[in-house]
């Protein structure tokens, strides 16, 4: 199936630096989502992005829906260490079954 | 307690065997499904479910059974388990918008 080109696949960064990380799609997505999933834990929402274009901030989190709709990235501002764990994008293209497309994650690692 | 539980969390079992896993959610959404997560695939929809009694297949449900007699649960049966079934498994809901909420995961080991 349809699968969101996710990346990096991994990063390794130094408590205090910032982190970029974005999902592409060669179709076009009506809402895009961004996910942690803590070691152990199930995915948790983080960002909901609505409108191309739309730039949305949660805390030191700022996502930006694409304005072609075939992309988003997520930005983290002053990583800290408890924001290690793998991130998920997720698009919605429309239609009545609310299915979701997931990139494969960004593993996240903090050196403090 | 409110939100979406999965039971058990942790399970083994041999090849052959039958197993069910729960998920249970309290906020009466319409929309539940089950994905696996394995090492270089990400997430993949088996099942979900639109409403009690209405349910369809995702990316990869063979090997898999569901059944949604309720609202808030969905059950996922494994009839005969294989190696190949050993994943994470999670469960999620959504109420009629395109945010879905997940379970803690159930981590499934067949021997």
């Known amino acids: 199936g349809q699968q969101l080109n996710q990346s990096p696949q991994s990063m390794f960064i130094q408590e205090g630096e910032d982190v970029s990380m974005n999902c592409t799609s060669s179709?076009?997505?009506?809402?895009w989502l961004w996910y942690k999933q803590d070691p152990g834990e199930g995915p948790v929402l983080l960002i909901a992005?609505?409108?191309?274009?739309e730039l949305t901030s949660n805390g030191r989190l700022t996502a930006q829906f694409g304005i072609t709709r075939k992309d988003s990235f997520l930005n983290i501002s002053a990583s800290i260490p408890s924001d290690v764990g793998i991130y998920f994008c997720?698009?919605?293209?429309?239609?009545?079954?609310?299915?979701?497309?997931f990139g494969k994650g960004t593993l996240l690692t903090v050196n403090p | 307690d409110a939100g979406i539980t999965q039971s058990p969390r942790y399970k083994i079992t041999e090849t052959g065997r039958q197993v069910t896993l729960m998920c249970h959610q309290t906020?009466?959404?319409?929309?539940m499904f089950w994905y696996r997560q394995d090492l270089g695939h990400g997430l993949r929809l088996i099942y979900y479910?639109?409403?009690?009694?209405?349910?369809d297949k995702g990316e990869v449900p063979d090997g898999y059974v569901v059944s949604r007699s309720k609202t808030e649960n969905f059950p996922l049966t494994l009839e005969s388990a294989t190696r190949s079934q050993t994943s994470v498994y999670f469960c999620?809901?959504?109420?009629?918008?395109?945010?879905?909420?997940f379970g803690p995961g159930t981590r499934l080991t067949v021997l």
């Open positions: 999620a809901s959504s109420g009629e918008t395109d945010t879905q909420y």
């Open positions: 179709s076009i997505f009506n809402t």
């Open positions: 992005l609505y409108k191309a274009g």
């Open positions: 997720a698009g919605f293209r429309g239609g009545s079954n609310y299915k979701l497309t």
């Open positions: 906020w009466s959404h319409s929309y």
């Open positions: 479910s639109a409403a009690a009694d209405i349910t």
